[in-house]
């Protein structure tokens, strides 16, 4: 079966960049996308089709892609970005979605 | 603007039953594919099932494939999971979330109900 893979944390001072990577299978075939989640918040979606941002969502936040990883980064990191940050994608059938197992940001 | 708001959650023993709802609102519901995703306490994301636009295409995780039954009412533009014997594990707050076919995945979630399966 298709997993997604996220280190379980990352931790990054205000300003600096955060990168944080996302590895499976499934990314050579599907598009990722990556989610930020707030204590008690719906997850909120930051990228889709690998690197497009929706609108609203401010230009600090980039990903990319390539071959069995995907990269979600966070450049100028401030405070409130601190959050849980989840992958997803689908399996090489498109029947069953993926979320990786989630990376909590502190920002230091 | 877009809204998704979930309901029927609640405490239930294992083996019990609940009907899951999610009302939408603010955009033309039968044109989006949904989704249920779920979070178990202090865990990540599961996603649990898919609902096609028009409600003839289904999938379900395996972890409860047999027991929950997605379906929509487009007339009433509302979502629905069916949740029969529940155990401990499905334990989690449910969201549903909406997608288009534009490979845009799931731009919309709604904030939650929170099931709870415990005796």
């Known amino acids: 079966s298709y997993e997604l893979t996220q280190p379980p944390s990352v931790s990054v001072s205000p300003g600096q960049t955060a990168k944080i990577t996302c590895s499976g299978d499934?990314?050579?075939?599907?598009?990722g996308y990556w989610f930020q989640q707030k204590p008690g918040q719906a997850p909120v979606q930051l990228i889709y089709k690998d690197n497009e941002r929706p609108s609203g969502i401010p230009e600090r936040f980039s990903a990319s892609s390539s071959g069995t990883t995907g990269t979600l980064t966070i450049s100028g990191v401030q405070a409130e970005d601190e959050a849980d940050y989840y992958c997803?994608?689908?399996?090489?059938?498109?029947?069953?979605?993926?979320f990786g197992g989630g990376t909590k940001l502190t920002v230091l | 603007q877009v809204q998704l708001v979930e309901s029927g959650g609640g405490l239930v023993k294992p083996g019990g039953s609940l009907r899951l709802s999610c009302a939408a609102s603010g955009f033309t519901f039968s044109d989006y594919y949904m989704s249920w995703i779920r979070q178990a306490p202090g865990k990540g994301l599961e996603w649990v099932s898919y609902?096609?636009?028009?409600?003839?295409?289904?999938y379900y995780a395996d972890s409860v494939k047999g027991r929950f039954t997605i379906s929509r009412d487009n007339a009433k533009n509302t979502l629905f999971l069916q949740t029969n014997s529940l155990r401990a594990e499905d334990t989690a707050v449910y969201y549903c979330a909406r997608g288009y076919y534009d490979s845009s995945g799931f731009n919309y979630w709604g904030q939650g109900t929170l099931v709870t399966v415990s005796s």
């Open positions: 997803q994608s689908a399996d090489i059938s498109g029947t069953h979605w993926l």
């Open positions: 609902i096609s636009s028009s409600g003839n295409i289904i």
């Open positions: 499934a990314l050579t075939k599907q598009y």
